[in-house]
């Protein structure tokens, strides 16, 4: 089966240009995660998605950044416009499975990364 | 609040030697998860274990085992007889819920190497 898809997989772009990233969970899961990894800031949970719908977005960290999940299989995070402090490795990760007081108990499977540079 | 500490920044052994990698949290849930991700040198992050907050069993996995206590809020991951492969950066995770969604912040990560 095939894990959680993530595309690009490395952008480069210039400051001020608009950037799409790109994620197809694993079919069946129903929660959706974007995270953003940098050194001086770690592992960050941006947004996740339930159903397809929007739960949580506090960790989005300006308008500049917005997500959508158009459907079950796809969801894309998009920069507009980009600055050289956005650049970071994002994830996109799934996961499935109501554990207790509701929170998301099954494995969350993670994508390979798109590694941004804003130059 | 949240928060997931990894004093452990950098630790180095020598293949065979176990390592411990501490992890110690803070939450005022009674009810949340607990996990340990292994994100190795290409990048992608792997799951390794997830513990709710009433199961306080140890769990052995091979070579690895965890240490869940809540009592000194403290999620501990061993590695027995450590070897190259596991040289990777760990992260120690926390999952809470509030109403309407739940929160997961991760700790800042422990580099391990291992050398052959």
């Known amino acids: 089966d095939a894990g959680v898809i993530q595309s690009p997989r490395h952008e480069v772009t210039e400051m001020g240009q608009e950037v799409t990233l790109r994620c197809k969970p694993i079919s069946g899961h129903d929660y959706l995660f974007w995270y953003r990894q940098t050194m001086m800031r770690g592992l960050e949970l941006l947004i996740y998605f339930n159903n397809n719908v929007p739960i949580d977005d506090s960790g989005m960290p300006e308008d500049r950044f917005s997500a959508k999940m158009p459907n079950a299989s796809f969801s894309t995070l998009k920069i507009q416009p980009s600055e050289p402090r956005d650049s970071a490795v994002y994830f996109c990760?799934?996961?499935?499975?109501?554990?207790?007081?509701?929170?998301?108990?099954?494995?969350?499977?993670f994508g390979p990364g798109t590694r941004l540079t804003v130059l | 609040a949240q928060k997931v500490t990894q004093a452990q920044t950098e630790i180095s052994v020598v293949e065979k030697e176990d390592v411990t990698l501490d992890c110690v949290y803070e939450?005022?849930?009674?009810?949340?998860?607990l996990f340990w991700y292994k994100q190795p040198p290409s990048g992608e992050l792997v799951f390794l274990i997830r513990r709710n907050s009433f199961d306080e069993q140890n769990e052995i996995s091979g070579r690895y085992s965890w240490n869940f206590q809540k009592s000194t809020s403290s999620f501990n991951f061993t590695i027995t007889a450590s070897q190259v492969v596991d040289s990777a950066v760990y992260f120690c995770a926390l999952s809470e819920s509030y109403t309407g969604g739940f929160k997961t912040i991760f700790g800042a990560g422990t580099r391990l190497f291992v050398k052959a």
């Open positions: 939450t005022r849930d009674t009810t949340y998860y």
């Open positions: 990760a799934s996961s499935s499975a109501r554990g207790l007081a509701g929170a998301p108990a099954d494995t969350q499977y």
